[in-house]
């Protein structure tokens, strides 16, 4: 088998929680080799659940395949120590708060003179510039500026918000391909370069239809949290079906699929319903008439079955554990499984992308705090044992089995 | 030669519709690819979505900027040969039809890797092109039902709560991107072409960056459930009402100890209760009073944001709208709003690129094309084809066009 497609590459990874390491991790699962360097007492995915002995799983999903490091970057000997590995590096990738990396001498105007041909991708909440930029970040707050949140829950209600990190992975997934274009654009003759992404322009990228939408009615359309409901389209939500949930499109050509299935060819007829517009008008008259529909069938199973005989689109809304139970994620691997020497077996979601020339995603394991601190030290720097052992004794590095 | 962009010179064909696909290739486009958008003759199904100005969709103009437009009826054996030599001199294919669909048209991967072994051809669809789901139709929301996206958000004892965005559409449209170009990388040092089989059902599950572990390792002990305004599982993580708008805190890293002292809790700092982000999570309801009753003094969602972030650095943010989004000095000096030109719309305020590269810092002027725009320009130029084969094929109805 060929070699996995970014062998060779080697990436100084400065990242903690998620958005930075779903990138970086994606790049260990690509073959490149990524010395990730955290702080003396790690990084604070460490802390979150589940743990064991110490150990988190949390940290397990975002980081497999990664050598990691501990070490002080706040003192000299650290700064050397990364300057050297960035040296021969292809890609330095960090998500510290704006400055941070300045205050340790590791910014991109320092690296690019140490290595001009390095790619260095900065991610943070609000991005490098900008008034908010120094602020601390997290996936919530960008989901908060991003106006996301605000379009979640019940109208004229408090908001609510999901335990998922929209703007983690999707930002990680956004940099991990920066991030290869630029190499891409590297082996094409292109020089090194800096990349700067943020979790809120991500965020509000996912504003598929509202910016443009207040934008050229001159504000007249403004996007609203709608409760289970879409605020404009019907008949498009979250309808019930005695005590379980699901979920129904049929907009478009779909409305005549969802008329036959009630069967109610009466509404698929009626001039009110005829076009997105006007349905968008008599939303609460048609969704009333979908739930008075499933109440009538009063059966989740059956209901998505006639709607799938009229190709309407639909789904019941599962609980993660029937997701993780469901024939077709088992069938496709959604849910892999990665072994731990701590937590034996534990099951993660897959990394999306899926190759065709490499179909199996690689076995690899997350470090322990510090685990490779010895090896890289000793076989990519040249340091000796005395040397090692000299800044373990200055507390520049640290170990720990967790 | 100097580069318009990073991806200048990369030929994509694109038989992509609505957001994941079109997403994906609009990232292309926007780093200097030259994507050619192939659609039925009645168009992409996303130009008939808000707001349509003189029959012209401004959603459309979102997600299609910088792509060449023709208009094909895929069904006959003409377009199809004219797609089949466009592949054969493109590196990228990018379909997002349910399964099956490309295979209908002779344009699935067995019949378009013998055209071009070079090809990079990557499908995106919901569910994914094989197992049990595979068949059914599908769309963002389908993907948030059955990934447990759906069901993590809303109140705790009400029905999910709709979301209203493209959770699913732009994350795999990003994930896309970055396979594309991770074959296209590979590809660039003799790796040949190869197939990827791109899922919003993938994105949206991983999305629980917590969950599936928790679920797991704990041995199905803890259960991930809608939680409404509090974090199932660490605290404090949360929704907060303050003079009538609501603010987001989440302090379960260093930042602790600010908001102890903020609070006049110095004392939690210590306490064996509060002692990290899981078991504070038990005694959230004491936390979360606390942080209430301060926010009942201060009375203003902003002044409570300044002096939790800027004077005692706990991570917390008001609730925006998206007007208020679009209108902060933060996202007006980030460009995070891009304002296209359009032949019809004139000014469109769009999202812009979230990848921003220090080689290339102005965005290309891209424009989004009416339907067919460059039927001809693309025969001619690209495939050789004479005026009038171009017009017997306008004629027979394998091409059409239309001004929007």
Redesign the interface.
Same mark, same amino acid.
């Given at each position: 088998m060929t070699q996995p497609m970014l062998e060779g590459f080697k990436v100084i990874d400065f990242t903690h929680v998620v958005a930075g390491p779903h990138a970086t991790k994606i790049l260990a699962e690509h073959g490149a080799e990524v010395i990730k360097i955290e702080p003396l007492g790690g990084e604070l995915a460490r802390l979150l659940p589940m743990q064991r002995e110490g150990r988190s799983a949390y940290f397990i999903q975002h980081n497999v395949g990664k050598k990691t490091m501990a070490l002080d970057i706040s003192t000299k000997e650290g700064q050397d120590i990364c300057h050297e590995l960035i040296k021969t590096a292809d890609v330095v990738v960090e998500n510290f708060s704006p400055g941070v990396m300045k205050q340790h001498n590791l910014d991109w105007k320092t690296l690019k003179k140490i290595n001009p041909d390095l790619i260095m991708c900065s991610i943070s909440c609000f991005g490098q510039t900008g008034p908010l930029s120094h602020l601390p970040g997290y996936d919530w707050i960008g989901q908060s500026y991003a106006g996301i949140i605000d379009l979640l829950g019940e109208p004229g209600q408090k908001p609510v918000f999901g335990d998922i990190a929209f703007g983690d992975v999707s930002t990680g997934a956004h940099a991990f391909g920066a991030i290869v274009t630029a190499l891409l654009h590297k082996t094409r003759g292109g020089k090194g370069q800096h990349i700067d992404i943020s979790l809120m322009e991500v965020l509000f990228s996912y504003h598929e239809m509202g910016v443009q939408l207040y934008d050229t009615t001159g504000g007249q359309m403004l996007v609203q949290r709608s409760g289970s409901y879409h605020g404009m389209l019907a008949p498009v939500g979250i309808y019930q079906c005695k005590d379980k949930y699901l979920f129904i499109l049929g907009v478009n050509h779909q409305w005549e699929g969802l008329s036959k299935a009630m069967g109610r060819e009466d509404m698929f007829a009626d001039p009110r319903f005829s076009d997105l517009t006007t349905m968008g008008q008599h939303k609460d008259e048609i969704n009333a008439a979908i739930e008075a529909w499933l109440d009538s069938v009063g059966d989740i199973d059956r209901a998505l079955e006639l709607l799938r005989e009229n190709r309407v689109p639909c789904a019941p809304i599962l609980t993660l554990a029937e997701v993780m139970d469901h024939p077709h994620t088992k069938e496709r691997g959604t849910v892999r499984t990665v072994s731990d020497p701590i937590f034996g077996d534990i099951r993660i979601p897959r990394t999306p992308l899926r190759f065709s020339e490499f179909p199996d995603t690689p076995n690899l394991q997350a470090g322990t705090l510090g685990q490779y601190n010895h090896e890289i030290l000793r076989d990519q720097l040249g340091y000796s044992e005395q040397q090692i052992a000299r800044l373990e004794t200055d507390g520049v590095i640290a170990s720990k089995n967790i | 030669m100097a580069?318009k962009h #990073?991806?200048d010179g990369v030929k994509v064909l694109d038989f992509s519709h609505y957001?994941a696909g079109p997403?994906c290739t609009r990232?292309m486009a926007e780093?200097g690819a030259d994507v050619i958008k192939v659609e039925a003759l009645v168009g992409d199904?996303s130009r008939?979505?808000?707001?349509i !100005?003189e029959g012209r969709s401004?959603?459309y103009?979102?997600?299609n900027r910088g792509k060449k437009c023709m208009a094909l009826d895929l069904r006959s054996k003409e377009a199809q040969d004219i797609c089949h030599e466009l592949a054969k001199q493109s590196d990228v294919v990018i379909e997002n039809f349910t399964p099956g669909v490309m295979k209908k048209y002779n344009m699935d991967?067995a019949s378009l890797s013998k055209i071009n072994p070079d090809l990079v051809m990557c499908s995106i669809s919901c569910?994914?092109q094989?197992?049990?789901?595979?068949k %059914?139709?599908? %769309?963002d929301?389908?993907g948030? +039902?059955? =990934?447990?996206?759906?069901?993590?958000?809303?109140?705790v004892d009400? *029905? *999910? +709560?709709? =979301?209203?965005?493209? %959770?699913g559409? $732009?994350?795999?449209g +990003?994930?896309a991107?970055? +396979?594309i #170009? =991770?074959? &296209?990388?590979?590809k660039?040092?003799g790796?040949?072409g190869?197939?990827?089989?791109?899922?919003l059902?993938?994105?949206l599950?991983?999305?629980?960056?917590?969950?599936?572990? #928790?679920?797991?390792?704990?041995g199905?002990q803890?259960?991930? !459930?809608?939680?409404?305004?509090q974090? =199932?599982?660490?605290a404090p993580?949360?929704?907060f !009402?303050c003079g009538g708008r609501?603010?987001?805190i #989440?302090a $379960?890293?260093p930042?602790w100890v600010n908001l102890c002292k903020l609070l006049g809790k110095e004392e939690w700092v210590d306490d064996p209760r509060f002692a990290? *982000?899981?078991i504070r999570n038990e005694n959230r309801d004491e936390i979360s009073a606390a942080i209430e009753a301060w926010l009942d003094t201060i009375g203003d969602a902003e002044k409570a944001v300044k002096i939790l972030?800027?004077d005692n650095?706990?991570?917390?943010? *008001?609730? &925006?709208?998206?007007?208020?989004?679009?209108e902060?000095?933060?996202?007006v000096?980030?460009g995070?709003?891009q304002t296209v030109d359009d032949p019809k %719309?004139g000014k469109?305020?769009?999202?812009?690129?979230?990848? !921003?590269?220090?080689?290339f810092q102005e965005p290309l002027e891209l424009q989004a094309s009416s339907l067919g725009q460059h039927n001809e320009e693309i025969l001619r130029e690209r495939l050789n084809y004479s005026a009038e084969q171009i017009a017997s094929l306008t004629e027979a109805g394998v091409l059409g066009s239309k001004d929007n």
């Open positions: - | 580069r #990073v991806l957001v997403h990232l780093a199904s008939q979505l808000p707001v !100005k401004g959603y103009i979102q997600h991967w569910l994914g094989e197992g049990p789901l595979s %059914f139709p599908g %769309f929301y389908i948030q +039902a059955y =990934s447990g996206i759906m069901g993590m958000t809303g109140q009400g *029905p *999910p +709560a709709l =979301s209203g965005m493209a %959770f559409d $732009i994350s795999t +990003a994930h991107y970055g +396979a #170009v =991770s074959a &296209l990388y590979h660039a040092n790796g040949g190869q197939y990827l089989d791109m899922t059902l993938d994105c599950f991983s999305y629980h960056e917590m969950n599936v572990q #928790v679920y797991d390792a704990s199905g803890m259960v991930p !459930k809608r939680s409404g305004h974090h =199932s599982f660490v993580l949360g929704l !009402k609501y603010l987001v #989440v $379960i890293g930042q990290d *982000p899981v972030v800027e650095h706990v991570p917390a943010a *008001p609730v &925006l709208d998206v007007p208020e989004v679009m902060h000095p933060h996202m000096q980030r995070i709003v %719309f469109v305020k769009i999202p812009a690129s979230p990848m !921003k590269y220090s080689q």
